[in-house]
């Protein structure tokens, strides 16, 4: 057996919603040949298609093929797709009917790579809806092959997709200057295609698509990762700048003063203009975007519903209510209309669209939508995460006007402020994220927990 497919390691690379780990000792060829033919059982994808994508690091295009290998020998017929998006590989799915695995490592470090899965219609895969069974056939490695293996073939999806994403989110109105930092990432190969069919100056930064990540690292969350694209967006007097991650997933926005733009921000903007065209609608929101995003939706006759953090979440409960769209605060965004699948070039159009109908500048047309002061998201390193969450329990709970839920974490809310403090599934950290009616309120919440967060460090 080789080693990446030992059950030890299995364990620590297949999270709750995708494969992930360091290549090679964690994620290598023989767990992707593994991974694509336990796939196939799970999906039922023998006699039926399967479509795989990779992004741009160098261990991509191996593993991608090795998947596909795995895959046919399994019976099933592989349609490859090359270099691809996240986004764009859930389209291939959706446009094409057919299971799919992205091979990517997101906004990670260049030694890592992983998995993304998805059923037919980008229905997710993840622990609780297939992966633990992938998981597990592939330790013991039982996944059937078939006596007629089936084929590899190519086909190029980009120009559907780019059209498809154009008919969701048309762009009408005055001539924009768009700044996009592709971050070496994955935005590099389809912005072109997408935004290069408008009519708006296109600025470019790090177009070149290297999984080295010579620039920054391509996850535009840490605002350290926004400089260049802030400085950029003030030297040529743009409208507004993106940015992406490393499979472009996810966007971030930046004003015309160079002011980052909160996915909150963007989540209400997005939900209003959805709800314009579907009146009444259910918009789903995680329970760490600001209280300004239920209250927008209501206001302009939506249904706020609140979720936990994470796709499979956001996708179940859209389901389910049928959403019409979702945002998270870490810059996904789900549409129904793309089979309630995120992407982020999507949400950049919805923004430009909006940009490009409103007479003044990106920060006066957001204004309406910025309420509150938020701390972001801040992590704390504790060497036992249940103990920590009941210490702010115990805290918290016979204080004033304050109510406590256990949705994800603890979310602790009051009338002026609330905040959430919930752990991560792959290290050991808390992460806080605070809210407040203004800065000074925020502050005084965010500093009070993080004291008792980080009390016996």
Known sequence: MPATTDPQNLSSVFKAYDVRGTVPDQVDEALARSTGTA??????????????????RPSSPGLARAFSEGAAAAGADVVEIGLASTDELYFASGHLGAPGAMFTASHNPAQYNGIKMCRAHAVPVGADTGLREIRDLVADGSAPTAEQPGSITNEDVLGAYAEHLLALAPVRGRRLKVVVDAG????????????????LELVPMYFELDGTFPNHEANPIDPATMTDLVAKVREVGADVGLAFDGDADRCFLVDERGELVSPSVLTALIAA????????????HNLITSRAVPEIITEHGGTPVRTRVGHSYIKATMAESGAVFGGEHSGHFYFRDFWRADSGLLAALHALAALAEHAGSLSSLLAEYSRYAASGEVNSTVDDQAEVLER??????????????????????????????????????????????????????????LALIRRDA
């Open 184 to 199: 070496n990432g994955m935005a590099g190969h389809t912005v072109p295609s997408v935004l290069g069919r408008l009519d």
């Open 39 to 56: 796939f196939v059982a799970v999906t039922g994808s023998r006699g039926g298609r399967v479509v795989v994508g990779h992004d741009m």
């Open 273 to 284: 203009r959805e709800l314009a065209k579907h009146p009444g609608a259910v918009v789903i």
């Open 392 to 449: 702010l329990e115990k805290e918290y709970v016979d204080r004033p006007d304050v109510t406590l839920d256990h949705l994800d974490g603890l979310t602790v809310t009051h009338p002026t402020w609330w905040f959430n403090v919930r752990a991560s599934n792959t290290e050991p950290l808390l992460r806080l994220n605070a809210e407040g009616e203004d800065a000074a309120t925020m502050t005084q919440v965010r500093d009070e927990v």
